[in-house]
């Protein structure tokens, strides 16, 4: 009964701590996403070198590179960095439901190539840094290979992503050569 006579007296001290403690709890809900970052891109800056295309191990239940790895895909990812200039990229989309996709350090997706259903495609991209700068002989560079995409990235830093479909065990072999073809590295002029 005491210790009830006592809160009573002391209510507004106590509602002001409750109120304090609320408020530190939200802005501290939604400050941690910004000071801890758990997204793909950084998650893979601590392992993967930049400009090279590294093929993922393939995922197993409890021991996945990415969250929601789907364990029926093979997957090749190139960190990049297009800062100092451009990057050529070349993959092989070897059959149906190969995908080469290029992300934002954001998780954007600004350029999406699927394989094509009537023939092997050879992909050849030149990633270009954002903005107006003057990049160098270009003009040259599409002289010399006429079959050479381009698309300029939006941000300097992202993820270039080979997805590959398992057929089955039968297949791993090819399709880890193929894979293996892929090259993503930076341009200097």
């Given at each position: 009964?005491k210790i009830?006579r006592?809160?009573l007296r002391?209510?507004?001290?106590?509602?002001?701590?409750l109120?304090a403690?609320?408020?530190?709890?939200?802005?501290?809900?939604?400050?941690?996403?910004k000071i801890?970052?758990?997204?793909?891109?950084?998650?893979?800056?601590?392992t993967?070198?930049?400009?090279?295309?590294?093929?993922?191990?393939?995922?197993?239940p409890?021991?996945?590179?990415?969250?929601l790895q789907?364990?029926?895909?093979?997957?090749?990812?190139?960190?990049?960095?297009?800062?100092d200039?451009?990057?050529?990229?070349?993959?092989?989309l070897?059959?149906?439901?190969?995908?080469l996709?290029?992300?934002?350090?954001?998780?954007?997706?600004?350029?999406?190539?699927?394989?094509?259903e009537?023939?092997r495609?050879n992909?050849?991209?030149l990633?270009l840094?954002?903005?107006?700068?003057?990049?160098?002989?270009?003009?040259e560079?599409?002289?010399a290979?006429p079959d050479?995409?381009?698309?300029t990235?939006p941000?300097?830093?992202?993820?270039i992503?080979?997805?590959?479909p398992?057929?089955?065990?039968?297949?791993?072999?090819?399709?880890?050569?193929?894979l293996?073809?892929a090259a993503?590295?930076?341009?200097?002029f």
């Open positions: 009964m009830v006592n809160l002391r209510w507004p001290v106590v509602v002001a701590a109120l403690a609320g408020i530190v709890h939200i802005c501290t809900v939604f400050a941690l996403p801890y970052r758990t997204d793909a891109y950084t998650r893979l800056a601590r993967l070198p930049s400009n090279a295309f590294v093929i993922l191990p393939q995922a197993q409890r021991a996945q590179v990415l969250p789907m364990p029926d895909a093979r997957y090749a990812i190139c960190r990049f960095d297009v800062g200039g451009p990057l050529s990229v070349r993959a092989v070897a059959e149906p439901g190969w995908t996709s290029a992300y934002t350090q954001e998780g954007e997706s600004f350029y999406a190539m699927p394989a094509s009537q023939r495609l992909v050849n991209l990633v840094p954002p903005g107006d700068r003057f990049l160098g002989p270009l003009t560079l599409r002289s290979d050479i995409s381009q698309v990235a941000t300097r830093r992202g993820l992503v080979i997805q590959a398992m057929k089955g065990r039968t297949y791993a072999a090819e399709l880890e050569q193929n293996l073809k993503c590295r930076k341009l200097s």
